[in-house]
């Protein structure tokens, strides 16, 4: 049935978009800890500099949730690093 056929298909790429948000989603995190890291600061410290919970970091660090572009912009603007340093899948 070609209805049947496109639905398959459909859940075929929804799991692919799954799959690939969720690697995004580690990499903005891990990113994130990373540049913390660097930084020597803990996530009370960044939280309290960015007006977020620490649970809030820490979300966005193990990769539970997805910082909003405007956290981005914070975060890229209080660590001195570009956009592209947290959401780019490379070492820092």
Same mark, same amino acid.
């Given at each position: 049935?070609?209805?049947?056929?496109?639905?398959?298909?459909?859940?075929?790429?929804? !799991?692919?978009?799954?799959?690939? *948000?969720?690697?995004?989603?580690?990499?903005?995190?891990? %990113? /994130? =800890? $990373? !540049?913390?890291?660097?930084?020597? *600061?803990?996530?009370?410290?960044?939280?309290?500099?960015? %007006? /977020? =919970? $620490?649970?809030?970091?820490?979300?966005?660090?193990?990769?539970?949730?997805?910082?909003?572009?405007?956290?981005?912009?914070?975060?890229?603007?209080?660590?001195?690093?570009?956009?592209?340093?947290?959401?780019?899948?490379?070492?820092?």
């Amino acid at each position: 049935n070609k209805y049947r056929i496109n639905i398959l298909r459909i859940k075929k790429q929804m !799991v692919k978009y799954k799959r690939v *948000m969720k690697m995004l989603n580690n990499t903005i995190g891990k %990113n /994130i =800890r $990373r !540049v913390r890291e660097i930084n020597d *600061m803990n996530q009370e410290e960044v939280a309290a500099q960015l %007006n /977020i =919970r $620490r649970q809030t970091l820490s979300a966005y660090e193990t990769g539970r949730s997805v910082p909003n572009i405007y956290i981005l912009l914070e975060l890229a603007s209080f660590f001195r690093v570009s956009i592209e340093d947290l959401t780019r899948n490379v070492k820092l």
